[in-house]
Structure formats: C-alpha cells, structure tokens
C-alpha cells in the first residue's frame, strides 16, 4: 500500500496522475475504487487521472448524469459516481459490467457498489481520501500490479 500527504487540491490531482501513470505502464484494464466522504479530494484525484489517460478533456463530477465518458487516449476511461445509486437494478440498468469489460474505470462512492456486483471486478484498485484537516488529506493506494 502507497500513502500520500496531500496538503493541496493541487497535491490530489498529482496523486491521481500518479496512479494513472502506473495504470498506463501497467497496460490493463484497471478498476480504480473511490473511497471518502464528501469534500475528501475524490474529483481532484479523478482530474489528475484522467489528466493522463485523456489529455485535455474536462473533468466534473458525475453526480446527476452517473457516468462521464472521456475518449481522447488510446484506452477510454469512464468515470463515476455511485452517490446516487445503490440497487443492484441500477447497476444493471446502466450496463456497469460492459463498462468495466470496455476501458479503464475509476468510481467515486464505491461503498454503494452492492456486493454481489463489486464480487465480478477483476481486482480492483482501492483509493481511501481521509480529510486529516481542512487543507491536509491522506491519501491510501492498494491495489494489483500497481506500484508508486
């Protein structure tokens, strides 16, 4: 497990862009789960992953529409955010299992990810974002093949 001190927005995205850098090296399809409460870091680490792996596309939180799409690297990464969702049904209806089968997918609120479905990922990566203090976060990376 790789920790960081982030003491920044700034210092978050680069976090994510980290990640993303081992995600493009290690040359899979990779599932990157979220975890933290609200206002922990989650879209500014998003922003710096997808930095890489989707040069100049525009990054915001998912909130309403579920799933952003950003196609402008060689692999597509889809992005997420489960704050609003919880029933299998909803996983379902979106079609999640093409999407993990589809390119790189990283979600945010990943706890409301029901167990039988969060069982199908193929060894996802884990984020944990911990708020330490108003400026400061701790940022927790585990995950297969993925080295910092």
């Known amino acids: 497990m ?3 001190i982030s003491r920044s927005p700034g210092e978050t995205e680069d976090a994510g862009r980290a990640l993303a850098e081992a995600v493009k090296a290690a040359a899979k399809k990779e599932y990157v789960a979220l975890y933290g ?11 710096g992953f997808v930095s890489v792996l989707s040069p100049g596309s525009r990054v915001k939180s998912p909130t309403y529409t579920i799933v952003n799409e950003y196609r402008r690297g060689e692999v597509p ?3 997420f955010d489960f704050y609003r969702t919880g029933s299998e049904e909803d996983f379902i209806a979106l079609g999640f299992c093409e999407y ?11 706890e409301l990810i029901p167990g039988e479905i969060f069982e199908t990922i193929p060894d996802p990566v884990t984020v944990r974002i911990d708020k330490i203090s108003e400026s400061e976060r701790k940022i927790s990376i585990d995950g297969a093949d993925i080295d910092l």
């Open 2 to 4: 790789k920790e960081i």
């Open 37 to 47: 409460e609200l206002g922990a870091g989650k879209t500014a680490f998003v922003r």
């Open 77 to 79: 990464v889809f992005h």
């Open 100 to 110: 993990i089968d589809s390119g790189i997918c990283i979600s945010e609120w990943s």
